[in-house]
């Protein structure tokens, strides 16, 4: 196993410890979980970086990257809905947007092609750190809780996820509207052999019987 699949693992590693801080009442623990928070987050620039100046992009750390991130994201803004610190619907809408793509890359594998991440997506990515490392600091810190960046962090974060969400799925059409096209004559020239056999094999049966 090579260091930026490591440190993809290790950030779904760092999941459940996230969750714990976050949830357990205690001195300072909150802070302790943005640290957490943050340090997994560095791994995702990490490993890509990584990767891809070593060469060592491999297919497991292909589906195991944006994995993660979602893991990490989802399990923190779903644990933040329990401390009553954001409104539940805006993260259904955010987690529902994780999940939609999460099934549109996996059907866009299963037709033999892969969804780059975009602008848009990335961009998401780290307004979701921000947003949610903000939320949690405005409970110690009031001049950030002055300026309700949390929440105004909160409202990209789901504007974003939403147009970068149609833009895969417009990417997925694209493409897989192209791949169909391309298949095509290949499948009428298919479909013309079937039919031709098919007329050849009542005549071969009666051939069988005389």
Known sequence: MNVPTSLTLLRIFFVPLL?????????NLDLWAVA?????????????????????????????????????????????????????????IIVGRELAVSGLRASASAEGFALEASELGKTKMVLQVVAITVIVLERHYTVIGDFHSGIVLLWLVMLFALASAAQYFWSFWKKLSAGARQRGPRAVVFRVGEEVQEKKEPQERDVAAH
Request: glycine share 8%; aromatic share 8%.
């Open 19 to 27: 969750v714990v801080l976050l949830l357990t009442k205690g001195h």
């Open 36 to 92: 957490v928070f943050l340090l997994a987050a560095c791994t995702d620039f990490l490993d890509g970086y990584l990767a891809r100046k070593r060469g060592q992009i491999t297919t497991l750390g292909i589906l195991l990257d944006p994995m993660a991130d979602k893991l990490l994201t989802c399990s923190a803004f779903i644990s933040l809905v329990e401390l009553g610190l954001v409104p539940a619907w805006m993260v259904v």
